[in-house]
């Protein structure tokens, strides 16, 4: 297994490599819904 970092327009990701295939876990996509957003279509940034 080795590791492996790709550069995002967000900032850099951190993954590995393992048997050819590229893993990234923990890979934060939206804020949680809460309070007036909770029922509300997503936005984007």
């Known amino acids: 297994m080795s590791k492996i970092t790709v550069e995002t327009c967000y900032g850099s990701l951190k993954g590995t490599v393992q048997n050819g295939v590229r893993i990234w876990k923990g ?3 939206a804020k949680p819904p809460l309070g007036e957003w909770r ?3 997503p936005a984007r940034n």
């Open 27 to 29: 890979i934060p996509y």
């Open 39 to 41: 029922f509300k279509a």
